[in-house]
């Protein structure tokens, strides 16, 4: 059964941090692609950042220089750094993971107050 669990949403002031994580199982976590994507109410899910099962990582725009994907293949989970977050950065946070198929976590909230 696969399964994607973020968790590390929250409340946090703007310019502050917050480490989202990513726990995955019943898939072969190494062998995928994997990636953070965020839906604010009102609008479309966008990706916010992508890393190839070598390392090479890809950044939306808006979150180049604060946010930083990251993996570790020991303990198949993802995680995103947000550095330096602001409002517009608030959102429902989910995880996915892609090779021949896409798996979806359930969303982690996160929020930034002004």
């Known amino acids: 059964q696969v399964q994607l669990v973020e968790s590390g949403g929250g409340l946090v002031q703007a310019g502050g941090s917050l480490r989202l994580s990513c726990v995955a199982s019943?898939?072969?976590?190494?062998?995928?692609?994997l990636g953070w994507y965020r839906q604010a109410p009102g609008k479309q899910r966008e990706l916010v950042a992508v890393?190839?099962?070598?390392?090479?990582?890809n950044y939306a725009d808006s979150v180049k220089g604060r946010f930083t994907i990251s993996r570790d293949n020991a303990k198949n989970t993802v995680y995103l750094q947000m550095n330096s977050l602001k409002p517009e950065d608030t959102a429902v946070y989910y995880c996915?993971?892609?090779?021949?198929?896409?798996?979806w976590g359930q969303g982690t909230q996160v929020t930034v107050s002004s």
């Open positions: 996915s993971a892609r090779m021949l198929n896409t798996y």
């Open positions: 019943g898939f072969t976590f190494s062998s995928y692609a």
């Open positions: 890393i190839t099962t070598g390392g090479s990582t």
